[in-house]
């Protein structure tokens, strides 16, 4: 069992900026990827940022250039400071993680969500 608490999320202005955090917990042997998802009222669930246990980075185009993700492994910890924020990036943010066993199998756990607000 891997368990997820998301944090850092909140009300902020258009052109504010917020950091999430995730930190996963629990039977873990190596992380592969940690990914951040988001999903806005009415819309599918999409893709936002991934970093893989290497760090090469992935970005929705949506958010390049305005959003980073990182990672500390260490703390099984993910981040994502997200930068020149809109009123379109409101969402409910998911952490999601795959973890690997020692025998090379994968499996994915998921955060409770963490609302994020930008409004004026």
């Known amino acids: 069992q891997v368990q997820l608490v998301e944090s850092g999320g909140g009300l902020v202005q258009p052109g504010g900026s917020l950091r999430l955090s995730c930190t996963a917990s629990?039977?873990?042997?190596?992380?592969?990827?940690m990914v951040w998802h988001r999903q806005a009222p009415g819309k599918q669930r999409e893709l936002v940022a991934n970093?893989?246990?290497?760090?090469?980075?992935n970005y929705a185009e949506s958010v390049k250039g305005r959003f980073t993700i990182s990672r500390d492994n260490a703390k099984n910890t993910v981040y994502l400071q997200m930068n020149s924020l809109k009123p379109e990036d409101t969402a409910v943010y998911y952490c999601?993680?795959?973890?690997?066993?020692?025998?090379?199998?994968?499996?994915?756990?998921w955060g409770q969500g963490t609302q994020v607000t930008v409004s004026s």
């Open positions: 999601n993680v795959v973890v690997q066993d020692g025998l090379g199998r994968r499996r994915a756990s």
């Open positions: 970093i893989i246990s290497g760090g090469s980075t």
């Open positions: 629990g039977s873990i042997f190596s992380i592969y990827v």
